[in-house]
């Protein structure tokens, strides 16, 4: 979700890649919501950072306690800014399809708030 919402509200000269902590397989609950919002899909399976090879970025945004503990021990040295934004995982949500799909939405509208407030602060 962060990479598409990334992509849709930072300028398009902007380097963009989402990565975890853990591999994994597409999110169905992800694609459900990027769809309610008209956002494209992407299809391939996410990333570990470690796949992202070179490390060449100006800022890595982390979300979860354990991939912000994890980028700090990995970027040591390195000229790059590191940003923890607390926010929840929502494929940790129980219940009814409904209140999960709700915990999803709550995600993606945090995001947005904090990516807008990036693009606000980089311009």
């Not at 000229?79 to 399809?97: H, Q, Y």
Request: glycine share 6%.
């Amino acid at each position: 979700m962060a990479e598409v919402l990334a992509r849709a509200h930072l300028p398009k000269t902007t380097y963009i890649a989402s990565a975890g902590v853990k591999g994994g397989e597409s999110d169905p609950f992800v694609d459900a919501i990027l769809k309610e919002e008209c956002l494209p899909i992407i299809a391939r399976q996410p990333r570990k950072l470690d796949d992202l090879g070179d490390g060449y970025f100006d800022l890595i945004v982390t979300m979860s306690p354990e991939a912000h503990h994890y980028t700090l021990n990995h970027t040591m040295g390195d000229a790059v800014d590191v940003e923890f934004w607390p926010i929840p995982d929502p494929s940790a949500t129980t219940g009814s399809r409904d209140q999960i799909l709700a915990a999803y939405r709550d995600v993606f509208h945090r995001i947005e708030v904090k990516i807008k407030e990036l693009r606000q602060r980089s311009s």
